[in-house]
């Protein structure tokens, strides 16, 4: 009767740990945000173990059902397409279900988007401030005007459909001598980083539309 959230890579197949493929292979469930996503990294890695869907469309359906299956003394695994559970991820609801059920819980170390952006950003990470992806449009400009007194360094996810219009829209509202590095495909071939002025920044990827996965680091408001 156990629930481990297990990390996966966010590129490089490589960046999972032996631990991690170890407690895949040996639990009864893995349960996966995209079958057909996880299903290549379980086929690398010669994991058996029988997967069942678990995404933000149905998590709130299935965790009761869950749940009395941990009860009954079967072992879960829960993996995201990439990255660490819950974390801009599925995987809080049932999480909370199961500290409430008095389900033992164990999260693995493993790879997170957002820190090796942070660590190559250069901006200052003893401090710092993780939001995510934005609100799409309610409350979007609300939660700008309250970010951009933030002085801690903010890092937020991002589409790279939107990229140019969220750097804009941090000119707007930070101003555009913020400092600011931007990480596309972290770990896998075509990775990069650009640093510098958000006017710098979003003038680069106006003239190169960007594509991949994007982590967004912004330096916090100076004194």
């Not at 079967?74 to 599925?90: K, M, N, V, Y």
């Not at 799409?136 to 939107?162: D, M, V, W």
């Amino acid at each position: 009767m156990k629930l481990y959230l297990v990390p996966t890579p966010i590129g490089n197949l490589e960046d999972i740990t032996f631990r991690a493929i170890k407690i895949l292979k040996k639990v009864t469930v893995i349960l996966a945000e995209d079958t057909r996503i996880s299903g290549k990294l379980l086929k690398h890695y010669a994991i058996e173990t029988p997967m069942q869907s678990h995404h933000m469309h149905n998590e709130h359906k299935k965790i009761a059902g869950i749940i009395n299956s941990l009860k009954s003394g079967e072992t879960f695994a829960l993996i995201s397409d990439a990255g660490t559970p819950a974390i801009s991820d599925p995987g809080f609801l049932l999480t909370r279900a199961c500290i409430q059920n008095n389900i033992e819980i164990e999260c693995l170390p493993g790879a997170t988007a957002f820190v090796p952006a942070l660590v190559n950003s250069g901006l200052p990470n003893d401090k710092f401030v993780f939001e995510g992806f934005l609100p799409p449009k309610k409350g979007r400009q609300t939660k700008l005007n309250f970010l951009a007194e933030e002085k801690r360094t903010l890092i937020f996810y991002e589409s790279p459909y939107k990229l140019v219009k969220t750097l804009s829209q941090f000119a707007t509202y930070f101003g555009v001598k913020r400092q600011v590095s931007v990480s596309r495909e972290i770990t896998k071939l075509y990775e990069e980083t650009i640093r510098g002025t958000i006017i710098e920044v979003l003038e680069h990827y106006t003239n190169n539309p960007p594509k991949g996965e994007i982590v967004i680091v912004v330096a916090g408001k100076s004194n």
